[in-house]
Structures are given as structure tokens and as C-alpha cells.
């Protein structure tokens, strides 16, 4: 099993980035997908949700700046954040969950710094 994320970087506020997890190893269309956060010092969090079946869920904090999608014929699964502040500086990790399985990336940096 496999989920590499890329697309991470750094980016002035207010600035687009676009993380993108591939996954292999496992029946991508039946998994739920997520990605979560952990910024120096805080636990992880989780930032965003996409089921087997499409349905999306999101923390407040980040409903109307970031969406998340998949693509199950390219077993990806996205992340648009827009409008980032200093305070979505993290590692993102991506999240592949089935019942009690849970596979882990191993995060792509985002900074956001003027």
C-alpha cells in the first residue's frame, strides 16, 4: 500500500496550492479518502473527507476555502485550498480509511509566509 502526496510548497497568504495523493496497493473506489494536518507543536487534525460514495465533509475552519476531491479512475484524491492564511501552515497527510483499516501517507510541507 501506498499514498504519496505532492503539490505542498510554500505560498504568500492569501495564495492556491493543490495537494494531490496517489494511491496504490488497495481498492482505491472502495475507500474512503481524508486529509488531515499537524502543525509544529499540535496534534493532528482532520481537515477534510470524501467517502466511497462521494460525500464530502469538512472542518468549519475550512468550509469555502477547500474542497476536496477524487478521481477513482486515476486512484487520486485532491485537495484545493484557497485563500490560506499562516495558520494552514502544516505537514498534510493524506488518509485512506475502511472500516478499522487505516493507511497513512507521509505529508507534503505547506507553508504560507509573506
Known amino acids: 500500500v501506498q499514498l504519496v502526496e505532492s503539490g505542498g510548497g510554500l505560498v504568500q497568504p492569501g495564495g492556491s496550492l493543490r495537494l494531490s495523493c496517489a494511491a496504490s496497493?488497495?481498492?482505491?473506489?472502495?475507500?474512503?479518502m481524508g486529509w488531515y494536518r499537524q502543525a509544529p507543536g499540535k496534534e493532528r487534525e482532520r481537515v477534510a473527507a470524501i467517502s466511497a460514495g462521494g460525500s464530502t465533509s469538512y472542518v468549519n475552519s475550512m468550509k469555502g476555502r477547500f474542497t476536496i476531491s477524487r478521481d477513482n479512475a486515476k486512484n487520486t484524491v485532491y485537495l484545493q485550498m484557497n485563500g490560506l492564511k499562516p495558520e494552514d501552515t502544516a505537514i498534510y497527510y493524506c488518509n485512506a480509511y475502511f472500516y478499522s483499516t487505516n493507511y497513512w501517507g507521509q505529508g507534503t510541507q505547506v507553508t504560507v509566509s509573506s
Open positions: 496497493g488497495f481498492t482505491f473506489s472502495s475507500y474512503g
